[in-house]
């Protein structure tokens, strides 16, 4: 009998790299200083200030930005005020359609060149600009362009009106899409806008206000003043505007809501949340961890609605975590312009040291941290996506928004319980269940204290769909129709 044959050893697995795979950065042709767009042009401040915007992932200086004072903010409103009286009320409907329509092809075929610009001035992975924000915003555009001419079908029984000069004051988490949710249905019922953006942010309404140049859209009807919150004051307080949008903090919610009192002045609040994604023990483990991620992670948390809270039934919380902890490992931090990165840079040092600030009170308070390993990039604002177990209801951690990558993991034994838990919070923005029982979600959805409940998904958004809060989450609602009617005033018909 011949010898056996020897076969070779096993081979050992193979460790296995990304390539870097970095979208093109000279698709946007920054300029050293972008002015103030007022009245159709580009114009210098009178207020002769600027600031820099930095990148957050490298904190180079990208450009300088105007600082817009008191009496650039009357140029804005003014040339708003004259556009609304003189030309864009007047219009036709039909034709404020056809220039929205013209906004929403142009931001698609300037896609790839925005996605850059918010990856480059926000630090979100371009994934998320390119097949998120951008796609949005021209389906918002493209939504309330189909309005324009329908706002009597929409509002049966009464014959609307636009308001005049809307202020609108939006953050730094999704400077583009915010933009969209606020101008687009601005201009479809007929007002004029002053849109003052996020002075950590302000390169894609800058290069907005070349799209609406190249929509020729008459000018006046669109302004927009770059600066810090000096500017936004400004502008709540100016006498010569009819309706304010904010999305932003709590705390200037509040504020505005303060100086708004008493005036004619027409208010919606997008404000700060503390969201509470539910599992349920009959819910699919590995779908519901996707969900978990995308819910708290997706734009380095820097986002309102985020499932900062993890509900999981006591008795799938150890599967679950260790599902968690093992998907965690698995994310990539590192350079925004990356196609493989999964989390990308904080939006500014502030914001960095404020989530830092918070984690730090967890792990005193008695959570229990967990961070995966992941080497940080030495230059720019980092933080490593975040997991704490171990949270009572009365943790910070667990009661204020962190507005970062961390997630505060709590236990519930009965529906009522998570309901109960889950409404345990001054904020009522968003929540998600996960269960396969549509009773249930049915039952949960009726008993949340929360503006958008998702059920077996999370972070789904769509220009026809409402989106808003309760209690400290602020108040009025953006997108589908129920978004139009903030920008109107109606005269019954009987």
Same mark, same amino acid.
């Given at each position: 009998?011949?010898s056996l044959?020897q076969?070779?050893?096993?081979p050992?697995? $193979?460790?296995?790299e990304?390539? =870097?795979? =970095?979208e ?7 300029r050293?200083?972008?002015?103030l ?7 210098e401040p009178?207020s002769?200030e600027?600031? /820099?915007?930095i990148s957050?992932s490298?904190?180079?200086v ?5 600082q817009?004072g008191?009496e650039d903010?009357d140029r804005a409103v003014?040339?708003?005020?004259t556009?609304?009286?003189?030309d864009?009320?007047?219009?036709p =409907?039909?034709?404020?359609a056809?220039f929205l329509?013209?906004?929403a ?7 790839r060149?925005?996605?850059? /610009? ?5 630090g ?10 951008v796609p949005?915003?021209?389906a918002?555009f493209f939504?309330?362009a189909?309005w324009a001419?329908?706002l ?6 009464r014959r609307p009106? =636009?308001?005049?000069v ?6 730094w988490n999704?400077?583009?899409l ?5 101008i ?6 007929g007002?004029t ?5 996020? #002075? ?10 070349d799209?609406?140049?190249?929509a020729?859209?008459p000018?006046g ?5 770059t600066?810090d919150?000096?500017t936004?004051a400004?502008?709540?307080?100016h006498?010569?505007i009819?309706?304010v949008?904010?999305t932003?903090s709590?705390?200037? +919610?509040k504020?505005?809501m ?13 404000l700060?949340?503390?969201?509470a994604n539910?599992v349920?023990?009959?819910a699919?483990?590995d779908q519901?961890v ?6 708290? *992670?997706?734009n380095?948390?820097h $986002?309102c609605?985020a499932g900062s809270?993890?509900?999981v039934q006591e008795s799938?919380?150890e ?6 902890k093992? &998907?965690?490992?698995t994310l990539? $931090?590192?350079d925004?312009l990356d196609?493989?990165t999964?989390v990308?840079a ?5 914001q960095?040291?404020k989530? &830092?600030e918070?984690v730090?009170?967890?792990?005193e308070?008695?959570a #229990?941290i ?6 940080l990039p030495?230059?720019g604002?980092w933080f490593?996506p975040t997991l704490?177990?171990n949270?009572a209801?009365?943790y910070r951690i ?7 990558p961390v997630?505060?993991?709590l236990?519930f034994r009965t529906p ?5 838990? /889950?409404?345990n919070t001054? *904020?009522?923005l968003s929540? +998600?269940?996960w269960?396969?029982?549509g009773?249930r979600?049915?039952?949960m959805a009726?008993?949340l204290r929360a503006? $958008?409940v998702?059920?077996n ?7 026809t769909?409402p989106?808003?809060? *309760?209690?400290?989450?602020?108040f009025?609602?953006?997108g589908g129709?129920q978004?139009?009617a903030p920008?109107?005033r109606f005269?019954?018909?009987?």
């Open positions: 009998m011949g044959e076969r070779s050893p096993t050992s697995l $193979v460790e296995w990304y390539v =870097p795979a =970095p093109a950065r000279d698709l946007v042709r920054l050293e200083r972008y002015g767009f007022i009245g159709g042009e580009e114009v009178l002769d600027w600031f /820099a915007s957050p490298t904190e180079e990208l450009f300088e930005a105007a817009a008191p903010v003014l040339a708003a005020r556009a609304f009286e003189e864009w009320s007047r219009r =409907p039909a034709e404020r056809k329509f013209r906004l092809r142009l931001i698609q075929e300037r896609s060149e925005l996605a850059v /610009a918010e990856s480059l001035d926000g979100k992975p371009i994934r998320e600009s390119r097949d998120v924000d949005l915003a021209a918002h939504y309330y189909g001419d329908k009597e079908y929409a509002f049966p029984n009106s =636009p308001r005049g809307a202020a609108q004051i939006i953050p999704f400077p583009l915010m933009l969209a949710w606020k687009a249905p601005a201009l479809a019922c007002n806008v002053v849109l003052k953006p996020a #002075e950590t942010t302000p390169l894609s309404a800058m290069l907005f206000a799209l609406c140049r190249q020729e859209l000018p009807v669109v302004n927009i003043v600066g919150g000096r936004g400004h502008l709540v307080r006498e010569g009819d309706k949008a904010f932003g709590t705390e200037v +919610g504020l505005i303060k100086e708004l009192a008493g005036r004619d002045v027409g208010l919606t609040l997008e700060g949340g503390k969201a539910i349920f023990d009959d699919a483990l519901a996707e969900g978990i991620v995308n819910g708290i *992670y997706f380095q948390g $986002v609605c809270r993890l509900l799938i919380y599967p679950l975590l260790a599902k968690l093992r &998907r965690l490992s990539r $931090v590192g925004p196609k493989n999964d990308g904080i939006n500014s040092r502030a960095l040291e989530i &830092r918070l730090a009170s967890g792990k308070e008695g #229990e967990f961070q995966p390993e992941c080497r030495e230059r604002f490593a704490f177990t949270v209801q009365s667990a009661q204020e928004e962190i507005f970062g997630l505060s993991v236990t009522a319980e998570a309901v109960e838990k /889950a409404n001054p *904020y009522g929540a +998600g269940v269960t396969e029982k009773s979600i049915l039952w009726e008993r503006g $958008v998702w059920a998904t999370y972070n789904r958004f769509d220009p769909s989106f808003g809060g *309760y209690k400290e989450s602020g009025g609602r953006e129709r978004g139009l920008y109107l005269e019954e018909v009987a």
